[in-house]
């Protein structure tokens, strides 16, 4: 799919993706559950030496069962009917999350700014990217932030049927778990579009289903000015802002993120990532 088919199709479908998180956003069972500030379990070490230990183990642990034993993979959540559209936090808490990527010529960028404000975000990858970036996954991994599941080659779902919606996922949560060390629990579908068999076949490999709260628009490169003020007057406790690291010129959301996370910061926001309880 060329760029203007991808721009034509993400203008087709935009509109039913905020219908739907206008619809989910009343609803308190889709809310994403906040790792408390502060306390976030840090890698030990960052930097190619880190990553080093980390291909070279046997990765993150897996959860561990009631009896001590490990588990084959994640529990199965229930099946929902919308995805996650806002993590609940105290004080001024939200989520940043970055779709596509990664890619070589911006994700790194985005990971520095990150790091030099000591922020944890969310990106939801493509596998066929993740496959041929995954030393940037690994890097994600030493810096605490979570990954998430985004297809293979980021289709419309809704268009597929089960076998090729699942095939386009689990190969998606096996290069995952190969270059960050840990399958994902978290996934979003392309272009915001869901159905039954998507629920489904997410929860059947383990995931939740995230939307979004805030989309900052920035695929269609309005100018990095636009970028921020749309995530700065979107801001509020709860809402997980949209952005992207790949799928096209990234630059203007590069620039933005450096312009309104300080920003954010100095006006009493942190910035967090979900976590999942097991009950």
């Known amino acids: 799919m060329d760029m203007d088919q991808l721009l ?59 009896d001590g034993r490990p588990r084959s993979g994640p529990p199965r959540p229930s099946v929902r009917r919308e995805p996650l559209l806002h993590v609940s936090g105290r004080g001024r808490t939200m989520v940043l999350t970055f779709d596509d990527g990664p890619d070589p010529r911006y994700t790194p960028s985005i990971l520095k700014t990150l790091r030099e404000y000591d922020v944890r975000a969310m990106f939801f990858v493509c596998g066929k990217m993740a496959a041929a970036g995954k030393n940037l996954l690994a890097e994600m991994a030493d810096d605490g932030h979570v990954v998430g599941n985004h297809t293979w080659t980021h289709p419309l779902l809704t268009e597929l049927r089960r076998p090729q919606i699942r095939s386009e996922i689990e190969r998606t949560c096996d290069v995952i778990e190969d270059a960050y060390g840990a399958r994902p629990l978290w996934f979003r579908a392309p272009y915001g579009a869901w159905n039954r068999a998507v629920f489904q076949i997410g929860a059947d490999l383990g995931m939740e289903p995230v939307a979004w709260t805030v ?13 921020v003020r749309r995530v700065e007057h979107g801001a509020a406790p709860g809402v997980i802002v949209l952005s992207h690291d790949a799928g096209g010129n990234r630059s203007q959301t590069v620039r933005a993120l450096r312009d309104y996370l300080p920003q954010l910061l100095d ?4 910035f967090t990532v979900p976590r999942r309880r097991y009950t």
């Open 8 to 66: 034509t199709r993400r203008r087709a479908l935009i509109a039913g993706a905020a219908v739907l998180g206008t619809a989910g956003a009343t609803g308190t069972a889709r809310v994403l559950t906040a790792e408390p500030a502060g306390s976030q379990v840090r890698p030990p070490a960052a930097g190619a030496q880190a990553r080093a230990a980390l291909k070279s183990s046997a990765r993150r642990p897996l959860p561990m069962a009631e």
């Open 215 to 227: 989309d900052s628009l920035d695929w269609t490169t309005p100018g990095t000015g636009t970028i």
């Open 267 to 270: 006006r009493g926001y942190h």
